[in-house]
């Protein structure tokens, strides 16, 4: 296990079994050795515990899972701050239990190696049930001058943490 990976991906979950399966599935081909996976996963079966300690046997990251109660952990702006805590990245990306691009951990990782200075970065998403709904498109993925500009946009989900 890396000590510093340069990527550490924290994802909170709540009883979405299947949703974590294909979140496996779209990364198992992205990853490398400076990544780290936390999840969190506060729903009050063990299923999506099953589906991580799977591919934790089979892929060649840290995957860290931690199991929580919802009543104790808060919600979801909770669990991501947990996993914030817990993680021991460089960078965070704060992702949902959805499917990744093919090329979005490299597209990542080679933004964050050209520009090791950055402090945030915005990639469109598009909803896993209508890939033609772009979600938030601000254009095209783009760098920000200084941490409050995203904020100064209507940046809708970006808001909850």
Do not use: H
Not at 4 to 30: D, G, H, V
Not at 95 to 101: K, P
Not at 102 to 123: E, Q, V, Y
């Amino acid at each position: 296990m890396p000590v510093n990976p340069i990527l550490s991906i924290c994802l909170p979950t709540y009883n979405q079994p299947n949703s974590i399966r294909a979140f496996f599935e779209s990364i198992k081909n992205q990853l490398s050795s400076d990544i780290e996976i936390l999840i969190l996963d506060d729903s009050p079966n063990d299923d999506t515990g099953i589906i991580i300690r799977e591919y934790a046997s089979q892929l060649s990251v840290p995957i860290r899972y931690i199991k929580g109660e919802k009543s104790k952990i808060g919600g979801y702006d909770k669990a991501l701050l947990r996993l914030t805590k817990e993680a021991r990245g460089q960078y965070l990306w704060w992702y949902g239990d959805d499917v990744m691009a093919p090329d979005a951990i490299l597209r990542i990782t080679a933004t964050i190696n050209k520009n090791p200075n950055l402090s945030f970065i915005w990639l469109n998403s598009r909803d896993i049930n209508n890939e033609k709904d772009p979600g938030l498109d601000l254009g095209g993925d783009k760098y920000f001058k200084n941490g409050s500009e995203i904020f100064e946009i209507n940046v809708g989900l970006l808001g909850f943490p």
